[in-house]
């Protein structure tokens, strides 16, 4: 697995996201038995859209714990010491697995939005590693608003109906990026199996559907969360809910569902 360079870590403080060529491809094959068991079998927490016209835009949540495969990638990939030497880390917890699997054809769009309001955590320091398991070409990646995550602002969270995810929340909306692009540095790129894209939690990002697309689209997602990270109360509201957890606003992030998966050596965490 390649190493992380200071100018990678510079780079990720900066703009809240980069890309990291083959960390992940040993994997690849893994990951992908593990989308399709995970297919084949979703959980209560499975959302699939499927617009009239389009082909099934497929995602599921947090089976790291039934799913063979993606155990082993928590804990056997080393994706922790990626995580810890990005975020300049002492400790790093698993967070939360995400598979996102948008056949050949699905018109649906991924919003310009922010993970963080969405999320039963906050963290000063947090990585996705958003990995493709099929090649990507740019225009279907996933898409980052450089700087975005040092903007100070968390964005309204939204469904994809359009409506707010938490009523009365008056923070403001992500503004209409594609109104503008020229506006924003975004960043992109051509992707192979087992690449990964690194980005911050608060990092505005989004992602095209695949109509026009060579190949459908698989990603298994996984983020990590640095120490320190406290857990917030969302009302079960978030994505993923985490409705049965029954740690208080404000405790340290805890619990078998968080596992710690990489410290310095030597320390306590």
């Known amino acids: 697995m390649s190493a992380i360079t200071a ?3 510079r780079d990720f403080a900066a703009d809240g996201a980069l890309v990291l060529r083959g960390v992940f491809t040993d994997w690849v094959e893994r990951l ?3 989308v399709a068991e995970a297919m084949a079998r979703p959980s209560r927490l499975e959302r699939s859209y499927q617009p009239a016209g389009s082909a099934r835009f497929f995602q599921d949540l947090c089976r790291w714990q039934d799913v063979a495969e993606f155990r082993a990638f928590v804990e056997q990939s080393g994706a922790g010491a990626l995580a810890g030497a990005l975020m300049r880390a002492d400790g790093v917890r698993f967070f939360h697995d995400h598979i996102l699997v948008k056949e050949v ?17 906050d963290a000063e320091r947090s990585v996705s590693f958003w990995i493709p398991l099929d090649p ?3 225009e279907f990646s996933l898409r980052c608003v450089a700087g975005s995550h040092r903007s100070g602002t ?5 469904r994809f109906d359009g409506s707010a995810l938490y009523a009365g929340d008056e923070r403001p909306d992500v503004p209409d990026i594609d109104a503008d692009p020229a506006a924003y540095r975004i960043l992109a790129w051509d992707m192979a199996p087992g ?3 690194a980005f911050d939690f608060g ?3 989004g992602a095209a559907g695949t109509v026009g697309a060579a190949a459908r689209r698989r990603v298994f997602s996984a983020r990590f969360v640095a120490d320190g990270a406290r857990f917030a109360d969302r009302g079960g509201r978030g994505s993923p809910p985490f409705d049965h957890l029954t740690l208080q606003d404000g405790d340290r992030l ?7 998966v990489w410290r310095k050596e030597g320390l306590l965490f």
């Not at 054809?105 to 955590?121: K, L």
């Not at 968390?154 to 939204?158: A, D, G, I, K, L």
């Not at 805890?254 to 710690?260: H, L, Q, R, S, T």
């Open 7 to 9: 100018e990678m870590q």
């Open 154 to 158: 968390t964005h309204r969270p939204m």
């Open 105 to 121: 054809g699905a018109a649906v769009v991924t919003p310009w939005h922010q993970d963080r309001p969405y999320y039963c955590v």
């Open 203 to 205: 990092t505005v990002h």
């Open 195 to 197: 690449d990964a894209v």
């Open 32 to 34: 992908r038995e593990g």
């Open 136 to 138: 990507v070409a740019r």
């Open 254 to 260: 805890d619990g078998a569902e968080f596992p710690v």
